[in-house]
């Protein structure tokens, strides 16, 4: 069966650190890869998306990269923040999916000052 | 400018009522998505819009839920009889176009069946 996984465990770093998230998934031919944040009671926030022939995408201090033979996302952050503490999401959307995202479960990131 | 808008933002009903759950898109999106988050649980995908029409309901899970969109915005999920298990936050999604683009999410409809 189609499956994401994201680390189910917190991660927890120290503030100016690199936090690196994971995003597996198998069984799936995605045509798009989105990362998106969710702070406790709100909705999420759409952060990066890369396709299915882009290698590496960056945006001020987030970089996301796509491994189709891995089957594989990792979401980085830079120069980590407390302000950067909440959930990220990854989410795929499948070849001929119109767009619908399939969610992993999101891991926890707590950054400590 | 106004993001998209969900109402109520707090529902508690008893099992086997009927509830309606809003949602407003950003105006100009044509695409329009409903999820659902349980609690410590993914995002599950509902059902989707394209202007007035759903080319995919396939997140549905059973004939209690239906969906409808009207003029091209405003959008309303409707869970008939509900059950406990349907307890939930439901989240309504809006996106420019439907090929690859970020979604923009409403706060959400936390829904409570007693």
């Known amino acids: 069966s189609q499956k994401i996984e994201q680390n189910s465990e917190a991660l927890n770093i120290q503030e100016g650190k690199t936090a690196t998230l994971t995003c597996n998934y198998t069984n799936y031919s995605p045509a798009y890869l989105q990362w998106y944040r969710q702070d406790p009671g709100r909705g999420p926030v759409f952060l990066l998306l890369i396709r299915e022939n882009e290698k590496e995408k960056r945006k001020e201090r987030l970089k996301v990269t796509f491994d189709t033979t891995l089957k594989q996302s990792l979401f980085h952050i830079t120069a980590s923040q407390p302000a950067d503490s909440a959930t990220y999401l990854c989410a795929f959307t499948p070849s001929g999916g119109y767009n619908k995202l399939i969610f992993g479960a999101g891991t926890r990131l707590a950054v400590h000052p | 400018g106004a993001g998209v808008s969900q109402s109520p933002s707090n529902k508690v009903t008893e099992k086997g009522k009927d509830v309606e759950l809003r949602c407003d898109p950003i105006s100009g999106h044509t695409a329009l998505y409903w999820y659902r988050q349980s609690l410590g649980q993914g995002l599950e995908f509902l059902i989707y819009?394209?202007?007035?029409?759903?080319?995919?309901k396939s997140g549905l899970p059973s004939d209690r839920f239906s969906a409808e969109r009207t003029g091209g915005s405003v959008s309303t999920l409707t869970i008939q009889r509900t059950q406990q298990e349907d307890s939930a936050v439901y989240l309504c999604a809006s996106s420019p176009t439907s090929g690859g683009a970020a979604q923009y999410f409403g706060p959400g409809t936390r829904l409570l069946v007693l």
């Open positions: 819009f394209q202007g007035n029409s759903a080319p995919d």
